[in-house]
C-alpha cells in the first residue's frame, strides 16, 4: 500500500481547477487522491448549469491526469464518507469552507464522522468570495455587514484581496475505487424539483452511476425535462467570458451596474458572470484581479467608475451579504427572528415551525386575492406587460438583469401588491440559475426596504421606467409575443387601447390570464389579461402601509412579532393581516379571506433606486423612521404618502462585447 496520504478532495461550490486554495491545499499534501462530488436528492432548477459545470470539470481533470476524472457518487454525504474513509483507506478529506447555514451544519456533521474514523479534514481555506464572511463579520466588531461602507472598512483591517492561484499543471492518480458496501439511497421525497423532471429520477439506481463509472449523471438519468435557458456553464465557458469582458477596456472601465438596461437581451447589458460565481467555475478573485488591471491603466484611471456601482461594486455587495448571512445564519433568510429585518405586515406571510423557529417552506392565504395576484406575477399573468415579459424571461432563461430583478421584486411588494417578500425568493430560488440564498433573500429585503435599504418611496412603475430604457417595447414584444403588433403608444398600457385596435392588432385585453400565458377568444384572437389593478392607487396604499410599519418600528426578533400581538400596534384597517388587537404565533396564523383594500395616490414617475443609497439611515442600529406610540388610532385614506425624488438618467453606455 502506498505511504502517501489518501485524500478525498470534496468538490461543492467550486467547480473549477484556477484559482482554488482548497484544491491547492489538498496538492501539497502530495496525494494519491480521489474526486468526490456531494449528490443530494432535493435538486434545484440550475441542474443543467450544475451538469455543464460538473462535465467541464471532469474533462478537465482528464486532461491533466488520463485516469482521472470528476468522480460523483450518488449518496449523500452525510452517509456516504464514513463508508468511503474505510473502504479506501482516506487519510484526509479536504473541502473549501462554505458559511451557509446548511453547508455549516453538514459540514459540522461530516467532520465528526471523520474525527470518529481517524480522518484530519482540512477546511480552513475560502473561495467563493473576496473575504472569508467570517473574518469580514469579525472585522464588523462582531455584527452583519449591512452597507457596503462597512464591507469597505472590515475588508480594509482584513488586507489585501489575494492574487488568484494558477490551475494545477498535474494531478495525481486516483487509486483503487473499490465500493464494497451498500448503498444509502436518501428519501425521493420530498422532491422540490419535480416541476423541473418529466420522467422518474434515476440517478440513485447505481452509487456510481449506470455505467459503474463515476460519470456525471445526464439530464436523462435525472428525468430533467429539457433546458429552455440559453445560458450555459463551465469553467471553459466562464473563462472565455470573462476574457471578452476583459477585452473590451470601455465597457470593463466605465461599467455602472444602474446605467445597464435591463431592456438588452442580445445581448445582455451586463456581464452575466453571476451564475459562474455561484457554482465556482470562475474565481471572483480572479475576476476582481483582471478588472483592477484595466482600471489601474493610466488610460483607463480618471474615467474609471467606482465603487458602489462598478463591477468591483459588485463584488463588495456579494460579500456584503454572505458575511450578513454568516452573522445571522438561518434567520438570514426570513423575516421572524431575524434581528436585522424591519416586521411588516405583508399579505401571504410564511408558516414558521415552532420547533425551529424557521419558515417551513409554506405561507398563509390571509387573503385569496392577494393570492390570486401573487399566481399571476409569478406567471407573468399581471396584466402589465413590462412585469410580465421579466418574469416569462425569468422562468425560461433562469436569468433577468438586476434593475428587472429590483422592478418585480417591488412591484410584488412595497410597489403594488404588498405581498411578502419571502414568496418572491421562494420563486427566484426556484427559477434563478445564480441563485444564492444569502444574495437572493439580502435583494429582496433590500428590494422591500426591510434591510439594507430605507426609501419606500422609491417605486418604480411598470410603466414610465421601462419606457426610458425601451420606448418601442422591443423587449416586451419578444417575451411577451401576444402584444406584438401593439405600437408603442400602447405596449405599456395595452388596456387603454380600444377594442376595434385590439382586435386589428390581433390581441385583446381580457379576463385574468387563468388559462395561461396569451391564449386565443373565439375569433382565434389572442388574448392578454387586464392588469391586476391600477397601479397608482395601489402604490399609494403600499407606500402609507410601509411608512405606517416603521413609525412602529418592529423588527422580526421583537417579542410583539413572536408571540403575535404587533397587531395591537396597527390599525385595524391598515393594509395586511391587522385586524384584532392579539394574536397566534406566526405559525398558527388564520384570518378570514380578504381582499387588500384601495387608497389613492398620485404619482407617476420611473425611479431607479441607485445603489448609492445602501447606507440608509438605521441598518445595523435599526434606528431611522421608527416612532412608539401607544394604542391603536385611525388612519385616514391617504395619510401619510410619500412622494418621489428624482429620477432616471440613461447614458449614452452600450455593451458590444
Known amino acids: 500500500m502506498s505511504s502517501k496520504p489518501r485524500v478525498i478532495y470534496w468538490f461543492r461550490t467550486d467547480l473549477r481547477l484556477h484559482d482554488s486554495p482548497a484544491l491547492h491545499a489538498a496538492l501539497d499534501l502530495k496525494p494519491e487522491y480521489t474526486l468526490a462530488l456531494e449528490r443530494r436528492s432535493q435538486l434545484t432548477s440550475d441542474s443543467p448549469h450544475r451538469l455543464d459545470c460538473q462535465s467541464d470539470l471532469s474533462l478537465s481533470i482528464t486532461k491533466l491526469n488520463k485516469k482521472s476524472r470528476l468522480f460523483v457518487i450518488r449518496e449523500a454525504p452525510q452517509t456516504v464518507l464514513s463508508k468511503l474513509f474505510k473502504a479506501w483507506n482516506i487519510t484526509h478529506l479536504v473541502f473549501e469552507r462554505d458559511t451557509d447555514p446548511y453547508a455549516k451544519q453538514r459540514d459540522a456533521k461530516v467532520m465528526e464522522l471523520a474525527r470518529e474514523a481517524g480522518v484530519q479534514v482540512v477546511a480552513t481555506r475560502h473561495g467563493r468570495t473576496l473575504y472569508d464572511p467570517d473574518e469580514l463579520v469579525k472585522a464588523n466588531g462582531g455584527k452583519p455587514t449591512m452597507s457596503i461602507t462597512q464591507v469597505q472598512h472590515a475588508a480594509a483591517r482584513i488586507g489585501d484581496v489575494p492574487q488568484p492561484l494558477p ?43 449506470p455505467n459503474h463509472d463515476f460519470a456525471v449523471p445526464t ?8 433546458a429552455t435557458t440559453p445560458h450555459r456553464g463551465g469553467e471553459t465557458r466562464a473563462l472565455a467570458a470573462l476574457d ?16 445597464t438596461a435591463p431592456t438588452a437581451f442580445s445581448p445582455q447589458a451586463t456581464t452575466l458572470l453571476s451564475p459562474h460565481h455561484h457554482f465556482g467555475s470562475l474565481s471572483v478573485r480572479l475576476f476582481y484581479h483582471r478588472v483592477l488591471d484595466v482600471t489601474r491603466k493610466p488610460a483607463n484611471a480618471k474615467k474609471a467608475t467606482t465603487i458602489p456601482t462598478n463591477l468591483i461594486g459588485q463584488l463588495l455587495f456579494r460579500d456584503m451579504y454572505f458575511a450578513a448571512q454568516a ?11 431575524n434581528s436585522h429585518v424591519r416586521f411588516i405586515p405583508w399579505h ?33 399573468r399581471t396584466g402589465f406587460p413590462w412585469i410580465d415579459a421579466l418574469m416569462r424571461q425569468l422562468r425560461q432563461e433562469g436569468w433577468i438583469h438586476h434593475l428587472g430583478r429590483h422592478a ?7 410597489g403594488g401588491c404588498y405581498i411578502d417578500w419571502e414568496r418572491g425568493a421562494e420563486v427566484f430560488e426556484e427559477w434563478l440559475i445564480d441563485h444564492e440564498t444569502s444574495c437572493n433573500s439580502g435583494n429582496w429585503q433590500w428590494l422591500s426596504c426591510t434591510a439594507f435599504f430605507a426609501q419606500f418611496y422609491r417605486c418604480y412603475s411598470p410603466i414610465a421606467f421601462p419606457k426610458k430604457w425601451d420606448e418601442d417595447g422591443v423587449f416586451v414584444k419578444r417575451f411577451v409575443p401576444e402584444l406584438g403588433r401593439y405600437p408603442k403608444q400602447f405596449i405599456y398600457e395595452p388596456w387603454k387601447a380600444s377594442i376595434r385596435d385590439q382586435k386589428a392588432w390581433g390581441c385583446m385585453i381580457t379576463g385574468d390570464g387563468e388559462n395561461g400565458d396569451g391564449g386565443q377568444d373565439e375569433g382565434a384572437t389572442h388574448t392578454y389579461p387586464k392588469p391586476l389593478f391600477d397601479f397608482h392607487e395601489r402604490r399609494g396604499v403600499c407606500i402609507a402601509g410601509v411608512k405606517n410599519a416603521y413609525r412602529v418600528g418592529l423588527y422580526g426578533n421583537d417579542p410583539q412579532v413572536q408571540d403575535g400581538s404587533w397587531r395591537s400596534r ?31 395616490a398620485d404619482m407617476d414617475l420611473g425611479i431607479d433606486q441607485d445603489e448609492r443609497e445602501a447606507a440608509h439611515p438605521g441598518g445595523e442600529t435599526k434606528g431611522g423612521d421608527q416612532t412608539p406610540r401607544a394604542g391603536k388610532r385611525k388612519r385616514g385614506p391617504g395619510q401619510g404618502q410619500g412622494t418621489l425624488d428624482g429620477h432616471v438618467s440613461i447614458p449614452n453606455q452600450k455593451r458590444n462585447a
Open 167 to 209: 490551475a494545477p499543471d498535474s494531478l495525481p492518480d486516483p487509486g483503487h475505487l473499490s465500493l464494497d458496501f451498500e448503498q444509502t439511497q436518501p428519501s425521493p421525497e420530498p422532491d422540490i424539483n419535480s416541476i423541473q423532471r418529466n420522467s422518474k429520477d434515476t440517478s440513485y439506481a447505481s452509487i456510481s452511476g
Open 570 to 600: 396597527f390599525d385595524d384597517d391598515a393594509e395586511g393581516p391587522t385586524e384584532g388587537t392579539t394574536g397566534p404565533t406566526a405559525e398558527r396564523q388564520t384570518h378570514p379571506a380578504v381582499g387588500p383594500g384601495v387608497h389613492a
Open 408 to 414: 418585480v421584486a417591488c412591484f410584488l411588494t412595497r
Open 219 to 226: 439530464a436523462s438519468e435525472l428525468g430533467l425535462k429539457p
Open 327 to 337: 452573522a445571522i445564519g438561518y434567520p438570514f433568510a426570513q423575516t421572524y427572528n
Open 348 to 380: 401571504l406571510p410564511s408558516k414558521i415551525d415552532p420547533a425551529t423557529n424557521l419558515a417551513t417552506g409554506d405561507h398563509i392565504i390571509d387573503s385569496t386575492l392577494a393570492e390570486k395576484w401573487f399566481q399571476r406575477w409569478k406567471h407573468g
Open 244 to 259: 471578452a469582458i476583459i477585452a473590451n477596456e470601455p465597457y470593463t472601465t466605465t461599467f455602472s451596474k444602474p446605467s
